[in-house]
């Protein structure tokens, strides 16, 4: 009897244990926090563009980085367009990026930008296809 109430006990208290954790930060309640992974395979190049490092971005072409040249099978252009990074996108151009090149999939710069419902890039690729 004993230990059935010592068991019911223990197991009671266990049961009505809770842990309160408190979080304590300087952030404001809206701040938004970006985490990146760069993609295994990927250029150092086409990870800027992901990551929106512009100005790494203008060095790196600055120093000869081929604006054209495929990671993974897209351009660094396709990348830009594929996810909105339309600043990034506008240095391509000027620096020679060709918005015919498909990806090796067959997709267009401008079907990536529709299928990743980017309309800003979108936008510029259809402004420059113009000039091509």
Known sequence: MKKTITIAVMAIALMSTTVQAKTSSNLPSDAKIETYKPIAGLS??????????????????ALGENVNEKSLGMTPAIFAARYNKVEILKVLIANGADLTVKCDKGFSIKKHAEMSNAKEALIVINE???KK
């Open 128 to 130: 420059n296809w113009k």
């Open 44 to 61: 150092i190049f086409c990870n800027a563009i992901l990551k929106g490092e512009i100005e790494t971005v203008k060095s790196m072409i």
